[in-house]
């Protein structure tokens, strides 16, 4: 049974940071693309960033919405298996609900690409 738990999140201040976790279990990491969405209340689901691997390989690839660029860092650890969001300068509006995903297409945007999903880690910024 594929498994992937979030855990991070929490209440900060705006300028804070954070690191969410996304420990995967149940599915050979390397060969799946991960990636982070988030949800705020009333709105859809939204991409936040995504990462791909190369199998064999140390390459990666990293991909964000612009309204995180810059100011989110997106990692993975195969041996772990873990994906990280590093979450700096954080803002009232990156206040939602994070999910991590696991999918087969790199670097993928749309959420109907990722298989599965975590069930969620509560991000809160103040003003």
């Known amino acids: 049974q594929v498994q992937l738990v979030e855990s991070g999140g929490g209440l900060v201040q705006a300028g804070g940071s954070l690191r969410l976790s996304c420990v995967v279990s149940?599915?050979?990491?390397?060969?799946?693309?991960m990636g982070w969405f988030r949800q705020a209340p009333g709105k859809e689901r939204e991409f936040v960033s995504a990462i791909n691997w190369s199998p064999g390989t140390t390459y990666w690839h990293s991909y964000y919405a612009d309204s995180v660029k810059g100011r989110f860092t997106i990692s993975r650890d195969n041996a772990t298996p873990t994906m990280f969001l590093q979450m700096n300068t954080l803002k009232p509006e990156d206040t939602a609900v994070y999910y991590c995903a696991s999918g087969a297409v790199a670097g993928s945007r749309a959420s109907d690409d990722y298989d599965y999903w975590g069930q969620g880690t509560q991000v809160t910024v103040s003003s």
């Open positions: 149940g599915r050979t990491f390397s060969n799946y693309f």
